[in-house]
T-cell receptor, first 112, second 112 residues
Framework: DGGITQSPKYLFRKEGQNVTLSCEQN?????MYWYRQDPGQGLRLIYY???????QKGDIAEGYSVSREKKESFPLTVTSAQKNPTAFYLC???????????FGQGTRLTVV | AQSVTQPDIHITVSEGASLELRCNYS??????LFWYVQSPGQGLQLLLK??????LVQGIKGFEAEFKRSQSSFNLRKPSVHWSDAAEYFC??????????FGKGTHLIIQP
């Protein structure tokens, strides 16, 4: 079945560490996105990529980095510069202009 | 800049009763509009979408939504809710491949 796979489902990070969240899609979608979800805040866009080897900052990119070396993969690194990284992270993709977004099941990151 | 407002943070409805969730948007042109549903700890599932044409759109799980340009609204409705409808509901607006803008969500509680 086609879809978006995020891993791991749960991730614990010590303060000062960088961690990388994985997002893989087999839908052959060009555009991919990372959103952060906090209680009562909805979803906020971190980074997005419309094509391989290119990506743009979203509304809350500080403290995060991404890469897009393959069409299928869009990993997100939460760096030590992110002051409040504990959140639920969602990866999504869209097939074309104006289309709906398809979401993965999310990764819950907790700083311990 | 585009924005989405969901005025109701929580809504409680009795099982079998009708439901309406409100969504207002701010956008420069006729937007692409979406409603998503999220169960706890899960990703988002598309309920329905409006791109153009008939202003009353039908979605999955018995949901429908009506686009009203004069009111900048896209309210979600269901004639009779089931206990399994308890979830978080998000309205979103977007165009192009630069991501969707989400409202903060409405938490739906179903009373037996």
């Amino acid at each position: 079945d086609g879809g978006i796979t995020q891993s791991p489902k749960y991730l614990f990070r010590k303060e000062g560490q960088n961690v990388t969240l994985s997002c893989e899609q087999n839908l052959n979608h060009d555009a991919m996105y990372w959103y952060r979800q906090d209680p009562g805040q909805g979803l906020r866009l971190i980074y997005y990529s419309q094509i391989v080897n290119d990506f743009q900052k979203g509304d809350i990119a500080e403290g995060y980095s991404v890469s897009r070396e393959k069409k299928e993969s869009f990993p997100l690194t939460v760096t030590s510069a992110q002051k409040n990284p504990t959140a639920f992270y969602l990866c999504a993709s869209t097939p074309s202009y104006g289309s709906e977004a398809f979401f993965g099941q999310g990764t819950r990151l907790t700083v311990v | 800049a585009q924005s989405v407002t969901q005025p109701d943070i929580h809504i409680t409805v009795s099982e079998g009763a009708s439901l309406e969730l409100r969504c207002n948007y701010s956008y420069g042109a006729t937007p692409y509009l979406f409603w998503y549903v999220q169960s706890p700890g899960q990703g988002l599932q598309l309920l329905l979408k409006y791109f153009s044409g008939d202003t009353l759109v039908q979605g999955i799980k018995g949901f429908e939504a009506e686009f009203k340009r004069s009111q900048s609204s896209f309210n979600l409705r269901k004639p009779s809710v089931h206990w399994s409808d308890a979830a978080e509901y998000f309205c979103a607006v977007g165009e192009g491949a630069d991501g969707l803008t989400f409202g903060k969500g409405t938490h739906l509680i179903i009373q037996p």
